[in-house]
């Protein structure tokens, strides 16, 4: 299974000009296969930009991105190859697609690694499953789907690709709170069936806990952070430091503790915190 | 990438040029380019790069930004000269092989040519373009145009539309990356494969491209709808704009240039354009 590492990456923006930005510096890490990754940083902290180098669509001004041990930029020529590995989606992907069908617009990825066309409807058939679109929605031009349904079809175009690594800029961004679920829990399915190393980025801090295995936090460009949601959300104070949140039932678990009721502080999930207090533990 | 977005490339400042009032910095733009075309004397070519020199001073605008902006024209810039030096004839030779003849007269020619292109470009982008917002510029141009609007032409609308066509172009080429990034990520390839592929493999940019700027012509105009936008008629403006000292100054230095050109294309010795 694919394994990305990135060994002291630093990325500048508009070098040399007065506006110059340093996105990322020197930035050391590894995504490991089998998890889950939240990536988690206020705007401006260097997340898109790292996402941006997994499957590169940037290269690093130094540094390295390793799939599997390799230099992906090893044989610039051969980046596509990176890129069906390395499933990237965007940001608000329902502006990406294109296609007369949904089907063929979901078919995109697979037809340009040169799948054969019965493949590719077998590609497609499972990503839409995947993603939750029911298979009359196929044959309808993507243009007239709802939102919802509109970024499924997006996500599908890169699940169908089959990638190893697959990397979801804020996947549930914009969507109603039914919406967001739905679709992150698609996504963790999706990672158990196929044992993807899966990587997501998001501002909400309630879906990093409920989905994620392992948290990373990012800050003008540098890792900050990074381990369990119980190990990284206990570290609330660090968190509001750097212009971040913890979960709200981790703020309660606080507030709790202030007033004599301690379940502790490594509380980032209802259920646990359920569990804790029915446990007897916060007898005061 | 934000780097190469260098259209309407206003550069911040507080010149004498920042502060000339657009209206009439527009009226100079013209002037100042008639002026160019006038001069047919060396002299007066000195002139003419002598006051080039004046405005860039003038303005304090970084002469790295400048030769940025005649980068695009070098091309155009070689080839007039290169077609003066082999096309003109004169009587001084100094090549004359086999069916190439080159005259002192063609190398000073296309000396001079280049010499007013130059100016012509970085003069007038020092005085307009690179002093000048893109809104007060067509502020400016809108209120110039405005007799128009007696014969019923819409002034206000043209000036409005070029407002947003210049406020919106970062956005779409801001938008343009994001999509062609969302297609590379699918495995799309530019830039590889025949004409005609390369063609087909622009569908998946510019179908969304055109949606979306559909989609935000719509909701610019519902905003601007909610805002009780009519167009230009019984309109005020917040900032109107206001003639200075500087105007008649700047119109008195152009008006002192354009005599010294017809002077000295009359009276100076030495070559004289032959186009």
């Known amino acids: 299974m694919a394994e990305i590492t990135l060994e002291n990456v630093t990325y500048v923006y508009g070098k040399g000009a007065p506006y110059e930005m340093r996105a990322l510096d020197d930035v050391s890490l590894t995504f490991r296969p089998g998890e889950v990754t939240g990536l988690i940083g206020h705007t401006g902290s260097g997340k898109s930009t790292l996402v941006q180098m997994l499957n590169g669509l940037l290269k690093p001004d130094s540094g390295r991105v390793l799939l599997d041990g390799k230099d992906i930029w090893a044989d610039p020529k051969k980046i596509q190859e990176i890129r069906f590995r390395v499933g990237l989606v965007m940001q608000y992907p329902e502006y990406q697609l294109f296609d007369e069908t949904v089907e063929s617009d979901i078919g995109f990825g697979p037809k340009n690694m040169g799948m054969e066309p019965e493949k590719i409807k077998q590609a497609v058939a499972r990503a839409a499953q995947f993603a939750g679109l029911s298979p009359e929605l196929l044959s309808k031009s993507p243009f007239d789907l709802s939102g919802g349904q509109k970024r499924r079809a997006a996500l599908a175009g890169v699940m169908a690709m089959e990638p190893d690594v697959l990397v979801l800029d804020e996947p549930a961004a914009g969507l109603d709170p039914g919406g967001r679920r739905e679709i992150l829990s698609r996504i963790r399915e999706y990672q158990q069936e196929s044992g993807a190393n899966v990587i997501i980025v998001s501002h909400s801090m309630e879906d990093m806990a409920l989905y994620c295995d392992r948290v990373l936090v990012m800050e003008n460009g540098k890792l900050v952070m990074s381990g369990t949601p119980a190990e990284v959300f206990s570290r609330a104070e660090e968190l509001i430091a750097v212009g971040l949140d913890v979960p709200q039932i981790t703020r309660v678990a606080r507030a709790l503790r202030e007033v004599g009721v301690d379940i502790g502080l490594d509380i980032y999930t209802v259920k646990f915190a359920a569990q804790r207090l029915l446990s007897g533990k916060g007898k005061v | ?275």
């Open chain 2, 1 to 275: 990438m934000k780097a190469d977005i260098a259209f309407g490339q206003y550069y911040e400042g507080n010149s004498f040029l920042h502060r000339l009032d657009p209206r009439w910095k527009i009226l100079f733009s013209i002037f100042y380019i008639v002026v160019i075309f006038l001069a047919k004397n060396v002299f007066a070519f000195a002139l003419l790069v002598l006051s080039a020199i004046l405005l860039i001073a003038v303005s304090r605008i970084p002469l790295r930004m400048i030769l940025r902006g005649l980068k695009p024209l070098i091309f155009i810039i070689a080839f007039t000269a290169i077609i003066n030096i082999f096309w003109l004839k004169g009587k001084t030779v100094l090549v004359d092989w086999w069916i190439i003849h080159i005259y002192l007269e063609g190398i000073i020619n296309a000396l001079l040519i280049v010499v007013r292109v130059v100016i012509l470009v970085a003069g007038t982008s020092v005085l307009l373009t690179y002093t000048t917002t893109p809104l007060a510029l067509t502020d400016g141009l809108e209120r110039l145009l405005s007799p128009l609007a007696k014969i019923r032409l819409p002034v206000h609308e043209f000036s409005m539309m070029m407002t947003i066509a210049l406020r919106f172009i970062p956005t779409l080429v801001e938008e343009t990356e994001k999509i062609m990034n969302a297609q590379k990520a699918r495995g799309a390839d530019f830039s590889t494969g025949s004409l005609a592929r390369r063609a087909k493999a622009l569908i998946p940019i510019l179908i969304p491209l055109f949606i979306s700027a559909f989609r935000r012509a719509e909701e610019l105009a519902t905003a601007m709808e909610c805002r009780c936008y009519t167009g230009g008629k019984g309109r005020t403006r917040m900032n109107i704009l206001h003639s200075t000292w500087r105007d008649p100054a700047m119109c008195l230095a152009l008006c002192a240039l354009c005599a010294g050109v017809v002077l000295l294309n009359y009276f100076a010795p030495g070559y004289t354009l032959a186009m």
